[in-house]
């Protein structure tokens, strides 16, 4: 018999084996558990056809047409399960927790696989992830106007045993106008929050985890409301740096796209700069002049950065200046500080 478990020892089996996401196509694309294969019972087009016969004429109809469907498919499905893992267990899941999933697990032991399945199916783990963002947590945030190098230096961060989360990792995206160059397109916002919720579980919920600062929305994908509001409250260690050395950082980080995609990127904000702002930074990108079209943009965020900072408490603020961006020495100096303020038990501790 398949082993039914709740949510939480099924994201601990799915450390060990392989998370079998039952439900159709379509489901699986809006939002899915992040290490889950797809393995669908039905198309979204058989999954339409029985839910509607379920609607229109009766359970049983509904149920006698799924088997219809399913039963030439029997074998094609566990052959498919076997290429996803040579072990013999797998952790099932569909919408509910339903007969989707109760069908998957009974042909694979059929087949001689031991099988568990997840109560209350996916609508638990959303219902998990949702929950997470409200349990307190010790959160730092690593501040910083544009160009500081903010993700590298998280980065860094995790690189020597910090817990992070990248925030911008997670959304494919860096933030400002020309976050989405050089990245894969954005997750859906279900997406999003389920990778989020992954990483959070990653961490020990003791210790300290370092995240980036950030508005509400990173790209196209909204920040949950309670976890920012968590973040707008954390102790921030606002990384001061030179704009000049900002710039350059820039130069160097974005240069290297396509000068098109870098003018798209500036029409996008051409209300923010200012309609003259924007045609001498046009200009600019026509003259090759990469330096003076970002020094533009970066004024307008810049600007845009000191405006978010002044909501939060300046109790709240840890100033971190620094002449020139040394990743390895600015990661180190940043845990050295939050030692300091740790130590003094000031205001910062939390």
Avoid at 92 to 114: D, N, P, Q
Avoid at 162 to 171: M, P, S
Wanted: proline share 4%; hydrophobic share 40%; glycine share 8%.
């Amino acid at each position: 018999m398949p082993i039914p478990v709740y949510i939480n020892e099924f994201l601990e089996l799915a450390k060990q084996y392989p998370v079998l996401d039952v439900r159709s196509p379509g489901e699986y694309e809006s939002g899915h558990i992040p290490v889950a294969y797809n393995l669908p019972l039905f198309t979204d087009e058989e999954r339409a056809v029985v839910g509607t016969t379920y609607k229109q004429v009766s359970r049983e109809a509904a149920v006698n047409k799924g088997l219809e469907i399913f039963g030439p498919k029997m074998k094609m499905l566990a052959d498919k399960a076997k290429e996803i893992h040579k072990g013999n267990t797998f952790l099932v899941h569909c919408w509910r927790g339903g007969m989707r999933s109760g069908t998957i697990a009974w042909l694979l032991e059929l087949y001689g696989f031991k099988v568990y399945v997840l109560r209350g199916g996916y609508k638990a783990f959303r219902r998990n992830v949702l929950e997470s963002f409200t349990k307190e947590r010790k959160m730092y945030i690593l501040g910083g106007r544009t160009g500081s190098g903010k993700t590298l230096i998280l980065k860094e961060l995790a690189s020597i045993g910090e817990q992070v989360i990248d925030l911008e990792g997670l959304a494919n995206h860096k933030g400002s106008s020309f976050g989405a160059l050089g990245e894969k397109p954005q997750p859906t916002q279900e997406m999003f929050e389920n990778g989020l919720f992954i990483s959070l579980h990653k961490t020990n919920s003791n210790h300290l985890v370092w995240i980036e600062d950030e508005s509400n929305m990173i790209g196209t994908k909204v920040i949950p409301k309670v976890f920012f509001s968590k973040m707008r409250n954390s102790p921030v260690f606002f990384l001061d740096i030179p704009f000049e050395v900002r710039l350059q950082h820039l130069v160097n980080e974005y240069g290297k796209f396509k000068p098109e995609d870098l003018k798209e990127a500036i029409i996008r904000i051409t209300k923010k700069l200012g309609g003259q702002h924007a045609k001498v930074a046009l200009e600019a990108m026509d003259n090759g002049d990469l330096k003076t079209a970002f020094g533009i943009c970066l004024a307008y965020y810049d600007k845009t950065y000191e405006y978010g900072k002044s909501k939060r408490m300046p109790e709240s603020i840890v100033d971190c200046p620094f002449q020139n961006l040394n990743v390895k020495e600015i990661a180190e100096a940043v845990i050295k500080r939050w030692a300091e303020c740790e130590g003094r038990g000031d205001a910062v501790r939390t």
